[in-house]
C-alpha cells in the first residue's frame, strides 16, 4: 500500500472534527519536513544574481529578503519606476531597459513584470541569453505564443517558472497537501473565479486603463486571457489539465460603456463564464469579470465525500466539510515555512513571498519550480481557448496540449 492509500484510510477511520484537524496536522507536517529538508540541503552561500524588470507590480515581490538572492540591477521604462524598484530592492544598478538588462552575463535570471502581452516576446529574449525566468501571469495571449516560450525553456536548458498568486494562498497550499494525501480521492467539480471590477467611471478604471490618457493594455483586455488566476486552483492543485471547454461571453453595451467601443482586441465581452472538462473527465466552471460587483480570486472544491471552500469578500467564511463528520475553520497560515526575513505579509493573500522563495529554491536547488512552463501553459492556454469559444458563441472547443510527449 502507497503512502497515498495508508494516509487516506487513517482519514477516512477518524472521526469528527477532531479527526479532521489531525488529517490537516499532519498535512502542514508534511509541508513543514519538506521546507526543512530544502534549507538543510541549501548552501547559504549560494546567491543568485537576478535582475528584476517592470517597477509596476513587479515592485511588491521580496526578492531583497530571500538569503540565496541578490538582486543585481533591476529596469523600467520610467524612470520613476525604475527607482521604485531601485528603493524596494536596494539596488544600484539599473538599465534603461529589459533589453539592455539581459545583455549584462553577471544576471543569471530574470524576473519579468511587464505588461501581459509583452510577456512572450520578453520571456524569450531573456532565456535566448540563458538566463532563467521568473515571469508575471499569463505566460502570453495567443497559442502560438505559449509554444514559443515552451520551445524557448526546452531550447536553452533553462528554468521558466510562472508567478502565479493564487499558487500560495493557504487554501490552495492546504489543498494541493490533501490532495496528494489522498484525502480528495477526486475533486469532481470545482468553481474557480477571478474579479476585478472596473466598471465606468470608477477610479480603478481610471488607474488601470489609462496611463497619460493613453489606453493600457489593461483597456478591454479579453476577461479569459487573464484565466490563470481561476485556472491554478484546478491544474496548481491536482495537476490536471484541461481538454475542452466552453465559453459564454458576456458582451459590454456599447451605448452605455463607450469607452469599450473599437478596443485595442476587438473585445466585445466584459466577463465571461466558462465550463471546463479535465483529462480525467471532472469539471469546473470558471467566472471572469471586469464588471460584476464582487472582488478578488477563490474556489470551491468537491469531491465525493469531502468539500472545501475559500472565504469570499461577500462572506463565506473558510471551511472543509467532510460527509456527516463535521466542518473545520481554522484558516492555516504558513508563514512559518519560509526563511525568518520573508515572514512578511505581502498581497493576494500572502503569496508573494512564497513565490520568491520558490523561484529562488528551484534554481539553488536545481530542480524545476512548482509552476513550471508546462502547468503555467496549461492554466493559460484554456483562457486562450475560452475566449475564441465565446467568440463562436459557447462552442465546444478542444484545448491543446503543451505537454512533453513521454
Ligand atoms: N496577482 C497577480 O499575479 C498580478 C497582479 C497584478 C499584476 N500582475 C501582472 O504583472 C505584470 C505587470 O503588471 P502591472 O500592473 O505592473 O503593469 P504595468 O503596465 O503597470 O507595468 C508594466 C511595466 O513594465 C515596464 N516595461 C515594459 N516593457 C519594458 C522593457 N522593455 N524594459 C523595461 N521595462 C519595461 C513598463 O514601463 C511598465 O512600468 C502584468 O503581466 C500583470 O498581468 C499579476
Not at 502570453?140 to 526546452?154: H, I, R, W
Not at 469531502?306 to 472543509?320: E, H, K, L, N, T
Amino acid at each position: 500500500m502507497n503512502a497515498r492509500d495508508l494516509s487516506r484510510r487513517e482519514f477516512l477511520q477518524t472521526t469528527g472534527a477532531a479527526g479532521l484537524a489531525a488529517t490537516i496536522a499532519l498535512a502542514t507536517a508534511r509541508l513543514e519536513a519538506r521546507a526543512a529538508q530544502e534549507k538543510e540541503r541549501t548552501d547559504p552561500d549560494r546567491k543568485i544574481r537576478l535582475g528584476v524588470v517592470g517597477g509596476g507590480f513587479g515592485s511588491a515581490y521580496q526578492w531583497h529578503l530571500q538569503p540565496n538572492c541578490e538582486v543585481y540591477a533591476v529596469s523600467d521604462l520610467i524612470p520613476d519606476r525604475c527607482n521604485r524598484l531601485r528603493q524596494v530592492y536596494k539596488c544600484d544598478r539599473s538599465y534603461e531597459s529589459l533589453e539592455k538588462l539581459i545583455l549584462d552575463d553577471n544576471i543569471e535570471a530574470v524576473a519579468v513584470f511587464t505588461e501581459a502581452t509583452n510577456h512572450v516576446k520578453h520571456d524569450v529574449a531573456v532565456m535566448n541569453t540563458g538566463k532563467h525566468c521568473l515571469s508575471a501571469v499569463p505566460v502570453g495571449t495567443t497559442l502560438e505564443g505559449l509554444q514559443q516560450v515552451v520551445e524557448a525553456k526546452e531550447k536553452n536548458g533553462v528554468t521558466y517558472m510562472m508567478a502565479e498568486t493564487s499558487h500560495y494562498r493557504p487554501e490552495a497550499m492546504l489543498m494541493r497537501q490533501l490532495y496528494q494525501d489522498g484525502v480528495f480521492r477526486e475533486i469532481l467539480y470545482s468553481e474557480v473565479e477571478y474579479y476585478h471590477p472596473a466598471r465606468r467611471g470608477s477610479a480603478e478604471r481610471q488607474s488601470l486603463w489609462y496611463r497619460n490618457n493613453k489606453p493600457t493594455w489593461r483597456h478591454c483586455y479579453p476577461p479569459m486571457w487573464y484565466p490563470t488566476h481561476c485556472t491554478d486552483f484546478v491544474v496548481g492543485i491536482t495537476g490536471e489539465r484541461f481538454t475542452e471547454v466552453s465559453c459564454m461571453g458576456q458582451r459590454a453595451d456599447f451605448e452605455v460603456d463607450p469607452e469599450r467601443k473599437d478596443n485595442q482586441y476587438g473585445n466585445p465581452f466584459h466577463s465571461g463564464v466558462a465550463l471546463l472538462r479535465t483529462d480525467r473527465g471532472n469539471l469546473c466552471r470558471c467566472n471572469r469579470s471586469s464588471q460584476y460587483h464582487a472582488h478578488g480570486e477563490r474556489a470551491q472544491w468537491f469531491g465525493a465525500e469531502v468539500s472545501a471552500f475559500m472565504p469570499s469578500w461577500a462572506g463565506q467564511p473558510f471551511v472543509i466539510k467532510r460527509d456527516g463528520q463535521g466542518d473545520l475553520t481554522t484558516r492555516p497560515d504558513y508563514f512559518h515555512l519560509l526563511p525568518e526575513p520573508m515572514r512578511v505579509p505581502t498581497g493576494h493573500g500572502n503569496s508573494h513571498t512564497f513565490l520568491t522563495h520558490e523561484f529562488i529554491m528551484a534554481l539553488v536547488q536545481g530542480r524545476e519550480p512548482s509552476v513550471d512552463v508546462y502547468t503555467a501553459v496549461a492554466e493559460t492556454a484554456c483562457g486562450m481557448v475560452a475566449h475564441e469559444s465565446a467568440l463562436r458563441d459557447g462552442e465546444r472547443m478542444k484545448v491543446p496540449s503543451f505537454d512533453k510527449k513521454a
